[in-house]
Each structure stands twice: as C-alpha cells, then as structure tokens.
C-alpha cells in the first residue's frame, strides 16, 4: 500500500505538475476556508503546494486504510513531521451524549435490537494539534470488564484499550471531504499570484473513513467513524529537491 501511495506521488510530481504552465492563478476561496492558524505554517500558493498537500492527503488515507489502528497511524504520521515533541497521540473525551446505533450499525455490529451498545467520543490530539475525531459504537460483551472500565473512565483511546485482542479493521466507507486543487484546475492557465496558499480552518474536516472493527473468531466489537482535520496538514510545505 505504501508503494502505490509513493507510486501515485511520483505521478502527480512528474506528470501533472509539467502539464501547468504557469504558477497557479488565485482562485476564488471556498466559503470554509480561511487564513491559517498561528501555528500553522504558511503554504505557497502555487500548483506544487497544492499537488504536495493532495498527496499528502491521499498518502494518510492510504497508510489509514493499510493499518488496524489509527492511534498508532496518527502517532507515526505526526512523528515524520515532526509535529509534536514527543510525538504521543493523546485521546481527550469529548462531552458525553447518548447516540443510540443505528438499525444498519446494529446489522454490521451482528447484535439484536436489545443487545447494548455504548457510545463514546474523543478528539485525538497531537501535542496542540486536534487530529481527528472519532465516534465509537462498541460492543460491551465482546470485551473485558477491565477495557469496559477504562474505556468508561479515562482518556484513552478505543484502540489502546483493546489491542490486546488482536483485532483487525474492515473499512466500510472513506471519502477525502477537502481538495486543495480548485474545481477547474486542469483548465486554467496563466501566471497566478505566489501569496499564501488559502488554507481551511483548524478543524476544517478534510477525510472521514467509517470502519467496523472484527475480533479473530469474526465477531464485530465496534464500529468507528472518524473525521480528520486540517491539522493533519499542520507543518511546514515540504521542500522538493531541485
């Protein structure tokens, strides 16, 4: 997976980026976008940054979708990037409600209508950066009452708590929510403004992957929807060799 990830970057580098002649001309900006935070780094706004912060994008959907934990994915990801100092993932819980599963959660949870089923929400955090959020329906029977415990009073995240049973990650559904490339981008040509690169909000929701979470023996545990923001963009633009 992680060769198709690089394959499809060299593509765009050697491919698509000639096909512009020019710098890419400033865009009108989406209504959700705006200046970047304080501690995030400002882009160029040319048509590599843009390709750069695509693949990017496209390179985390990839490394998610080819890995069980997205915890550990996330601590990878903001160690390459040097995002945080340690690069520790750390699950804040998220004010509690009651979102009862829905029919179709229960029909890929295989439990009955009156089996429980427990909500939980955190925003995974790396250093000051909010990574994502995460949505959790999960199976109270099929765990042990030590991770029922934890999972009820402290922080940490679903996948830390349950490792242990060896579990492995079907993903139901991903979609990237955000493009840097505007919509008409193959189209356009002429020389553009090299200003800041129009960068979304903080928690501007760029990727979303819904997944069902399976034990060995083929019983579901949990079902997770988790959103990703543009904060897992949050480092300086990579400068490519010349």
């Given amino acids: 997976m992680r060769l198709l990830a690089m394959s499809a970057w060299l593509y765009i580098v050697a491919v698509l980026v000639p096909l512009w002649e020019h710098p890419c001309r400033a865009q009108q900006v989406p209504a959700q976008l705006t200046s970047p935070p304080a501690h995030v780094p400002v882009w160029h706004d040319t048509l590599t940054a843009?390709?750069?912060?695509l693949a990017l994008l496209r390179t985390l959907d990839a490394d998610l979708l080819s890995h069980d934990s997205a915890t550990v994915t996330l601590e990878r990801w903001c160690g390459t990037h040097q995002m945080a100092s340690p690069p520790h993932v750390i699950a804040d819980r998220l004010p509690d409600v009651d979102k009862p599963p829905t029919a179709l959660q229960r029909q890929e949870l295989e439990v009955a209508a009156t089996e429980p089923v427990r909500y939980r929400r955190v925003q995974l955090r790396c250093g000051s950066?909010?990574?994502?959020?995460?949505?959790?329906w999960y199976v109270p029977s099929r765990l042990t009452p030590d991770m029922n415990h934890l999972l009820e009073t402290t922080d940490v995240a679903f996948g830390r708590v349950?490792?242990?049973?060896?579990?492995?990650?079907?993903?139901?559904?991903?979609?990237?929510?955000?493009?840097?490339?505007?919509?008409?981008?193959?189209?356009?040509?002429?020389?553009?403004?090299a200003g800041p690169f129009a960068w979304p909000g903080a928690q501007t929701e760029v990727l979303r992957h819904r997944a069902v979470l399976v034990l060995p023996d083929g019983r579901p545990i949990s079902e997770?929807?988790?959103?990703?923001?543009?904060?897992?963009?949050?480092?300086?633009?990579p400068q490519l060799e010349r």
């Fill in 50 to 53: 843009r390709l750069e912060a």
């Fill in 129 to 136: 950066h909010v990574l994502s959020v995460a949505e959790n």
């Fill in 162 to 193: 349950v490792q242990s049973l060896h579990f492995w990650r079907h993903t139901v559904e991903t979609k990237i929510l955000w493009s840097p490339l505007p919509a008409t981008w193959d189209s356009t040509r002429g020389r553009g403004s």
């Fill in 224 to 237: 997770v929807v988790e959103t990703y923001t543009a904060e897992v963009l949050a480092f300086p633009q």
